[in-house]
């Protein structure tokens, strides 16, 4: 089972950018994933949630700017982020549990939550 992110970079206040994940070894078709964050000296804080049944949740800070998706026939997990702040700036990384159908929307937020991680990728935003 291996999660691998891609697309983040650096861009300036107010900009875009859309970060993926790819699955691999996972019935991707039946569990949730979700985005998480960590800044510097900060705990890793959920973002987003997708789950089996179409249900969305983000965390207040980023509603109406980042949009997830989750593309089954190509074990994708998107992120769309518009309206970066300096404060979006962080290490974001995609997690699971790759047991079907184990998604707890009432502890989405907690790490202890997703046991399988990938390996992160940054996102600067700058004033």
């Known amino acids: 089972v291996t999660l691998a992110e891609s697309g983040g970079g650096s861009v300036q206040a107010g900009g875009s950018l859309r970060l993926s994940c790819t699955a691999s070894?996972?019935?991707?078709?039946?569990?949730?994933m979700t985005w998480f964050r960590q800044a510097p000296e900060k705990e890793r804080e959920g973002v987003a949630l997708?789950?089996?049944?179409?249900?969305?949740f983000y965390r207040d800070a980023v509603k109406g700017r980042f949009t997830i998706s989750k593309d089954n026939t190509k074990n994708t997990l998107n992120l769309q982020m518009n309206d970066l702040k300096p404060e979006d700036t962080a290490m974001y990384y995609c997690?699971?549990?790759?047991?079907?159908?184990?998604?707890?929307?009432?502890?989405?937020?907690?790490?202890?939550?997703?046991?399988?991680w990938g390996q992160g990728t940054q996102v600067t935003v700058s004033s």
């Open positions: 997690a699971t549990d790759p047991r079907p159908f184990t998604c707890d929307p009432v502890k989405w937020t907690e790490v202890s939550s997703f046991d399988t």
């Open positions: 070894g996972l019935s991707f078709n039946l569990i949730c």
């Open positions: 997708i789950i089996t049944d179409g249900r969305i």
